[in-house]
């Protein structure tokens, strides 16, 4: 998959965060009565919101790699993160309220109407931040918790700040949370894949079979290459993969790999890579794939 295409996906899967957590915070909403008191509802309000995107944002590296049990896996881990992410962001909104409101905004009124949606707005930020460093977390990943905090934190300002404003300015409108929710999931889909662009140390592009085109971003101090599901880089299809075949290992910014496996046929540029590092253009062969190595897009 290309950086382009990666990133349309990555904004794909934002969109599809807001269409599910638009609905749950409608009937969430329509039941606001029932809660004892406004934190609790935002509180649950922001585990809705935060569940919904973490989930989706959760299974996109096993969707990349055409790993259903890493998908499924990524889903769960990033529904329960989000859902904490989500809660921990709306209680930092509420904190900031309370500790800067009376500063900040002399009247009750004020309070309640700007104050609480800039509130809103740094919750959304927060949130954004913490559901980011989702995958970096699961992946125990330094550089993808780097891309998360980057990316999180600019998507969520900036989708955090058009949710918020919508939201200030059109109250009763559902449409509005919509149109609200959507631009969240965008700057936060869009923000992490650009960081994840700017932080990476390379990427390896496949060259032949069916996942030609595919490619595989190096973020990992281990990243794992094998026909397996649940390694990094699956490769189902190709004869002569193994199961664990090799491993790309990151070290002070240098890039080796090493097979896994006796006998395993791995080359660097058709010859043993004997602990070589890997430079753009380099081709690198595991079984019968193909990747050439370097910095696309």
């Not at 200030?168 to 923000?191: H, K």
């Not at 085109?213 to 189902?236: F, H």
Request: proline content about 4%; hydrophobic content about 50%; some cysteine.
């Amino acid at each position: 998959m290309s950086l382009t295409l990666k990133r349309i996906f990555m904004a794909a899967f934002g969109l599809l965060g807001a269409l599910v957590a638009w609905p749950a915070l409608l009937a969430l909403q329509s039941v606001q009565s029932r809660f004892p008191g406004y934190l609790v509802f935002s509180l649950v309000q922001g585990a809705a919101l935060g569940m919904s995107f973490g989930a989706f944002f959760g299974s996109f590296e096993g969707v990349i790699v055409s790993s259903r049990p890493k998908a499924i896996k990524g889903f769960l881990f990033g529904a329960a993160f989000g859902a904490l992410a989500g809660a921990l962001g709306i209680m930092a909104g509420q904190l900031f309220l309370f500790a800067a409101g009376s500063g900040l905004w002399r009247t009750a009124s004020s309070r309640n109407g700007a104050g609480l949606a800039v509130a809103s707005g740094v919750a959304w930020a927060i949130t954004g931040i913490i559901v980011g460093l989702t995958e970096g977390l699961r992946a125990r990943s330094g550089r993808k918790l780097l891309v998360g905090l980057a990316g999180g934190a600019l998507g969520g300002l900036l989708g955090g700040a058009i949710l918020s404003a919508l939201s200030f300015m059109y109250p009763s409108e559902p449409l509005a949370l919509l149109a609200g929710l959507a631009a969240f999931g965008l700057c936060l889909g869009i923000a992490w894949s650009i960081f994840e662009n700017r932080f990476s140390l390379g990427t390896l592009m496949l060259l032949n079979g069916p996942l030609k085109g595919k490619e595989y971003s190096v973020l990992s101090k281990r990243t794992s290459i094998g026909s397996l599901s649940g390694r990094d880089v699956v490769l189902k299809g190709y004869p002569g993969v193994e199961e664990l075949h090799a491993t790309l290992r990151v070290s002070k910014g240098s890039i080796t790999i090493e097979p896994e496996k006796a006998g395993a046929r791995l080359l660097l540029n058709d010859e043993p890579p004997a602990g070589r590092t890997l430079r753009p253009e380099d081709v690198l062969t595991v079984g019968s794939a193909k990747f050439v190595y370097g910095y696309f897009g």
